[in-house]
């Protein structure tokens, strides 16, 4: 295969790194700054454009966008009318989604939104749990992601990049990747009651903190805090079941499970990670992504997430933003 990455920042080079471990096939890159595609061509020996359309001209079989969010759909719109499979990073800003959706739904196209924590092997094991009723019915979960914002790329200026700005800002993105996952273990968000904003001295304009109230068509309810502003991050989620409890801590990177008739813990601990240095997600949930896509593209398997389902999530972002507005709770 021939496989273009658009855009060689901290994602692109990811992925360039994600299917090299594929061995996927040839890989180009693409990015209007001249020291990202240097850094590109040094650290991983791809060729590199500095143009979207001598990138294109290379004939690719398949597209990565890992655009800052406002330029995902654009770039989506433009190779989907190439008639050539994309994949996208987490979507934020909706500007032409629906556009997309028109002109993908029914192709035989491989239009593929980011997922990634729905291969995480700790939210999978989540997943699982909940489905097979092993501590009963889930009736409610809370739910904290948090990371101090200069933490996520050390190596330059947090005011600098996209995540400073007020619609594509850190807090507002990790709001839909969070409910990416959430709404694939509990279900579609029903309702919505939300309060965000900024409380910290980080030298943006943007909210840095949203807690969100949410009901699921499952019956399960949760509490879904995300911040941008924890000096140690963190992951961690408490399900509360009929019959006992289920916990995912990031940090010691397992699932355990408290059965109330056994009245005792069961532990799934997560297999040996593969990391890159800097980084503090490891690598694997996103080489299975990039497997899923490619078997998508070969026809072994079907894309298991739609710009549609992402036009859902979108909604709900909308909906906490207007409940922490509006002081009421919101249905999607």
Not at 131 to 150: D, K, W
């Amino acid at each position: 295969m021939k496989l273009l990455i658009v855009g060689l920042g901290s994602m692109g080079k990811r992925r360039i790194r994600n299917l090299q471990h594929l061995k996927a096939g040839e890989i180009f890159g693409f990015d209007p700054r001249a020291d990202r595609r240097e850094e590109s061509a040094a650290r991983y020996g791809v060729k590199t454009c500095e143009s979207f359309d001598e990138g294109m001209a290379w004939r690719p079989d398949a597209v990565i966008i890992s655009t800052p969010p406002d330029q995902h759909l654009p770039y989506a719109l433009s190779v989907a009318r190439a008639g050539v499979h994309f994949f996208t990073e987490l979507n934020v800003v909706d500007d032409g989604l629906d556009a997309l959706i028109a002109l993908t739904e029914g192709s035989p196209l491989v239009a593929a939104p980011s997922c990634t924590f729905r291969f995480h092997p700790s939210v999978k094991r989540l997943e699982r749990l909940v489905a097979e009723r092993t501590v009963g019915p889930i009736l409610y979960f809370s739910y904290h992601s948090g990371q101090y914002l200069p933490d996520w790329h050390p190596y330059e200026d947090y005011r600098s990049y996209y995540v400073a700005q007020r619609h594509m800002g850190a807090g507002r993105e990790m709001v839909p990747f969070e409910l990416n996952w959430l709404t694939w273990v509990f279900g579609r968000v029903t309702a919505v009651s939300c309060l965000k904003g900024k409380v910290s001295g980080l030298d943006v304009d943007i909210d840095d903190l949203y807690q969100c109230l949410l009901t699921f068509d499952s019956g399960v309810n949760g509490m879904l805090l995300v911040d941008v502003v924890a000096r140690v991050a963190t992951r961690l989620m408490r399900c509360y079941g009929e019959d006992g409890v289920i916990i995912w801590d990031h940090d010691i990177r397992s699932v355990r499970a408290w059965s109330s008739p056994e009245r005792a813990w069961t532990e799934y601990p997560e297999p040996d990670p593969i990391n890159e240095p800097g980084y503090l997600v490891a690598e694997d949930a996103y080489i299975d992504e990039m497997r899923h896509f490619i078997r998508a593209i070969h026809g072994e398997e079907q894309y298991r997430y739609s710009f549609a389902e992402d036009r859902e999530i979108l909604n709900v972002l909308r909906a906490a933003e207007q409940s922490s507005h509006e002081g009421v709770v919101v249905r999607p």
